[in-house]
Nanobody, 124 residues
Framework: QVQLVESGGGLVQAGGSLRLSCKVS????????MGWFRQAPGREREFVAR????????DYAASLMGRFTISRDNAENTVYLQMNSLKPEDTAIYYC?????????????????WGQGTQVTVSS
């Protein structure tokens, strides 16, 4: 059974940084895509970033590029999201997800497995 466990969320002041982690277990993926999404209260889940595991190629939501960085540790089977210069509008539950195969994959429906999410709250 595939499990994704996020960690690293919390409360931070505007301008601060957080690094989220997502560890994948339960299955070995050969060519897959991992993504980060977020969902604020009353809003739809939105794409944040994704990484192709085998090449490390990344993609970001245009509005977040330059502040957020996605990376992975192959040995630890973990994907990270470094978030800098945080703003109150970044407040949301952040989810990681994985899908079989390599794809642009910016839509939540394109992912097969999801974590439980980690809360990020940015105070002004």
């Amino acid at each position: 059974q595939v499990q994704l466990v996020e960690s690293g969320g919390g409360l931070v002041q505007a301008g601060g940084s957080l690094r989220l982690s997502c560890k994948v277990s339960g299955r070995t993926f050969s060519r897959h895509t991992m993504g980060w999404f977020r969902q604020a209260p009353g809003r739809e889940r939105e794409f944040v970033a994704r990484i192709w595991w085998n090449t490390g190629a990344t993609d970001y939501a245009a509005s977040l590029m330059g502040r957020f960085t996605i990376s992975r540790d192959n040995a630890e089977n973990t994907v990270y999201l470094q978030m800098n210069s945080l703003k109150p509008e970044d407040t949301a539950i952040y989810y990681c997800a994985v899908r079989d195969g390599v794809a642009l994959a910016t839509n939540p429906s394109q992912y097969n497995y999801w974590g439980q999410g980690t809360q990020v709250t940015v105070s002004s």
